[in-house]
């Protein structure tokens, strides 16, 4: 019975008069978009107003932006020192044109903004009000590496052999952002560290050219967030 499915679980407008799906990837975001908002959001979230979901304005909010924007600097100057160190990259700077810099720059305010009230302001809180905060962290995290893939899945096969160790790093990503919310039950301190996070990355291409060498594991093969080094310096951070 159709009526019974939802509109998020009957996606016609991806679909032709024979059934047959021409953008399976938009298919499966609007199935998941829809389970999660039946299973978990439809009843809450509307009982909870911006400021009960991090997004309070106390006096610590620049305080909490600019130590998180501190973090992601100092985690990124630490991996790319001993990155050229250890020769896993080099200097290669090109300077990017300004409206390719603004462009990274809001690109990353939007992505640390509806990135961090989604899985840290909506999920985070949602999963929190029938598990521990432990579990609710570790879940959150998970979804939010996963998701990730959805796209690459579908437009890019190519990514996924990073799929592993890229998923390990986002997963780990995800633990940092969450205990930072926990630690101020804001999200102006995790919305910090994820925005510069985000430009660094964009930014690593432009700084630095990293060199493919063995164990590629070590600092990763393309991406920042790719080798172990990564991992132990956002878990130390």
Same mark, same amino acid.
């Given at each position: 019975d159709q009526s019974k499915r939802g509109r998020f679980l009957t996606p016609r407008k991806v679909m032709d008069r024979q059934g047959r799906y021409h953008h399976p990837e938009a298919f499966l975001g609007e199935c998941v978009a829809g389970s999660l908002h039946d299973l978990f959001f439809q009843r809450r979230v509307r009982k909870r107003s911006l400021s009960d979901l991090g997004l309070h304005g106390h006096g610590t909010v620049l305080r909490d932006l600019f130590f998180g924007i501190a973090i992601s600097a100092l985690f990124f100057v630490a991996v790319t020192l001993l990155s050229l160190f250890f020769e896993f990259s080099q200097l290669n @700077? !090109?300077?990017?044109?300004?409206?390719?810099?603004?462009?990274?720059? =809001? $690109?990353?305010?939007?992505?640390?903004?509806? *990135? &961090?009230?989604?899985?840290?302001g909506v999920l985070l809180q949602t999963l929190m009000d029938d598990f521990s905060a432990s579990v609710s962290v570790v879940v959150s995290s998970l979804i939010y590496s996963l998701v !990730?893939?959805?796209r690459p899945l579908f437009t890019k096969p190519e990514d996924l052999s990073l799929f592993p160790t890229e998923c390990i790093g986002l997963f780990i990503? $995800?633990?940092?952002?969450? @205990?930072?919310?926990?630690?101020?039950?804001?999200?102006?301190?995790?919305? #910090?560290? !994820? +925005?510069?996070?985000? %430009?660094?990355?964009? =930014?690593?291409?432009?700084?630095? !050219?990293? =060199?493919?060498? &063995?164990?590629?594991? %070590?600092? #990763? &093969? *393309?991406?920042?967030? +790719? +080798?172990?080094?990564?991992?132990?310096? =956002?878990?130390?951070?």
């Amino acid at each position: 019975d159709q009526s019974k499915r939802g509109r998020f679980l009957t996606p016609r407008k991806v679909m032709d008069r024979q059934g047959r799906y021409h953008h399976p990837e938009a298919f499966l975001g609007e199935c998941v978009a829809g389970s999660l908002h039946d299973l978990f959001f439809q009843r809450r979230v509307r009982k909870r107003s911006l400021s009960d979901l991090g997004l309070h304005g106390h006096g610590t909010v620049l305080r909490d932006l600019f130590f998180g924007i501190a973090i992601s600097a100092l985690f990124f100057v630490a991996v790319t020192l001993l990155s050229l160190f250890f020769e896993f990259s080099q200097l290669n @700077y !090109h300077p990017p044109l300004p409206r390719k810099l603004l462009n990274y720059v =809001l $690109g990353s305010i939007l992505i640390a903004f509806f *990135e &961090e009230f989604f899985f840290r302001g909506v999920l985070l809180q949602t999963l929190m009000d029938d598990f521990s905060a432990s579990v609710s962290v570790v879940v959150s995290s998970l979804i939010y590496s996963l998701v !990730h893939f959805v796209r690459p899945l579908f437009t890019k096969p190519e990514d996924l052999s990073l799929f592993p160790t890229e998923c390990i790093g986002l997963f780990i990503f $995800g633990l940092l952002v969450a @205990y930072a919310y926990l630690r101020t039950r804001s999200l102006y301190l995790s919305m #910090g560290i !994820h +925005g510069a996070f985000v %430009l660094l990355i964009k =930014l690593d291409g432009i700084l630095v !050219h990293r =060199l493919i060498r &063995e164990p590629a594991w %070590l600092f #990763g &093969e *393309e991406r920042l967030v +790719g +080798g172990i080094t990564t991992w132990i310096a =956002l878990l130390l951070v």
